[in-house]
């Protein structure tokens, strides 16, 4: 990956990757993963320093621009996504952050819950400095003018803080019965016509006890997230364990990599490998996943070269430490003089986290879940000024507001879901987290 600073500078890490950013978190910078848990995947560990400009968007409830966004407290009279094009144009820097899924839908033009005034929907930061770390290797990269110093980075990197132990308990929003019901509902729609495949998301929540960076460290160290992130987003912060990738670009090439399927990793072979066999011969996970296989192919043939939507790899059996997934990828060629909003109005929000078809579903999801989503199932990563970009899909995402964590599952319902076991579902995905202490 080439994010084309104009200065780097080899650094020797004092200690092991990524606890020795601690310090550098703690004062707000954000970190992002990318790859380099598959084979062949490119990538690695991009920690941006926190600078300014910041471009924010705040939900306004104004019929025209229904978000305010700011850029440094000036507002723009742009959309969201439109917005961010024109920053990616007036600025020679990449920006990293983060977008919420109602957010998406209201750019794409899809139904979400009515949101609180003043709620936040996007938010980027400007990447004037950054610590670039591929397989325990740093540079410090700038695209400042001057080239940067060392010196106080490496003072942060060798600073050490106390690790305490920290704790999280969730609760469920819903009890077994009302989700139950919800997915018996969603059946009934389905029968009726209505639509195909459903996102059911519910949201876990509960307060920590301890230190935010340590039980972030220890989350990460433990999950070991292919697309993982902490985001800082002003008062509110994102801990994101992500295993999918929601849109990568770099020139031409798009891709996509939904997972749709998944079984506990218990780590006797035995029993793993007989659920990995069950998983890859269950109709309703196959039927599942191919649905939101050919949806992503739609969505992204909107925005592609004609005849160049293929899929390179279809639902190929993942291991994480917690669970097993199902997970294809979809590649495309981008049509000439394609800009950043079509684009992301063609992919957000991600099919495998709404259902199909993406605007029927939308509309029922937006009146049956408990609640907004906010940036759980929406977008976070980094964009670059050419249009290259690489954005996760935000599921396995802790929401955290000072000590208040909040944190969504969910699973696809089709006509083949058996309630009990998609119940059993929602808490096998919230081990990742749960377990990082």
């Known amino acids: 990956m080439d994010l084309n600073p ?24 954000s970190w992002f993963h990318t790859g380099l848990v598959r084979p062949g995947d490119e990538g690695g560990d991009l920690l941006a320093l926190p600078t300014a400009p910041l471009l924010e968007s705040r939900w306004t409830i104004n019929t025209h621009y229904p978000w305010s966004t700011a850029l440094d407290g000036r507002v723009l009279n742009l959309s969201p996504w439109n917005a961010l094009q024109q920053v990616l144009e007036d600025f020679p820097f990449p920006w990293i952050g983060a977008a919420s899924y109602e957010l998406a839908c209201s750019e794409a033009g899809m139904p979400h819950q009515q949101l609180q005034k003043g709620m936040l929907g996007m938010r980027w930061q400007g990447v004037k400095e950054a610590l670039w770390v591929r397989k325990h290797q740093a540079e410090l990269w700038s695209w400042e003018s001057v080239p940067p110093s060392p010196d106080f980075i490496l003072n942060q990197l060798g600073h050490s803080c106390s690790l305490k132990k920290t704790t999280l308990c969730l609760s469920c929003r ?118 939101i296989v050919d949806l992503l192919r739609n969505d992204l043939g909107r925005v592609a070269q004609t005849g160049s939507v293929a899929v390179s790899k279809l639902m190929t059996l993942e291991r994480f430490p917690t669970v097993q997934h199902l997970v294809s990828r979809i590649d495309a060629q981008a049509r000439p003089g394609l800009k950043l909003p079509e684009l992301l109005r063609s992919i957000l929000p991600g099919g495998s986290v709404t259902g199909a078809p993406k605007h029927a579903v939308c509309s029922y999801l937006s009146k049956v879940e408990a609640e907004p989503r906010g940036f759980y199932c929406g977008a976070l990563g980094w964009i670059a000024p050419n249009g290259d970009l690489d954005l996760a899909m935000p599921i396995r995402t802790a929401q955290i507001d000072g000590k208040q964590v909040i944190y969504w599952t969910g699973g696809g319902i089709t006509l083949h879901s058996i309630p009990d076991r998609e119940w059993k579902e929602l808490a096998l995905k919230t081990q990742a987290i749960l377990q990082a202490k």
Not at 178 to 185: N, T
């Open 6 to 29: 104009k200065h780097r500078l080899p650094l020797k890490l004092p200690k092991a990757w990524p606890a020795c950013a601690q310090q550098l978190l703690r004062q707000g910078a």
């Open 174 to 291: 819903w009890t077994p019965s009302q989700h139950q019901e919800a997915v018996l509902d969603i059946q009934r729609q389905i029968r009726d016509g209505n639509f195909y495949v459903a996102n059911l998301c519910i949201p876990f929540k509960g307060e920590l006890q301890g230190d935010l960076i340590t039980f972030a460290l220890a989350a990460v160290r433990r999950a070991q997230p292919p697309y993982g992130a902490f985001m800082n987003l002003g008062n509110l912060h994102l801990l994101s364990l992500s295993m999918e990738r929601l849109l990568a670009r770099r020139k031409d090439r798009l891709w996509t990599e939904p997972i749709k399927g998944s079984v506990p990793l218990t780590g006797d072979r035995q029993e793993d490998e007989r659920s990995a066999l069950l998983l890859q011969s269950d109709p309703k996970e196959q039927a599942e996943h191919t649905m």
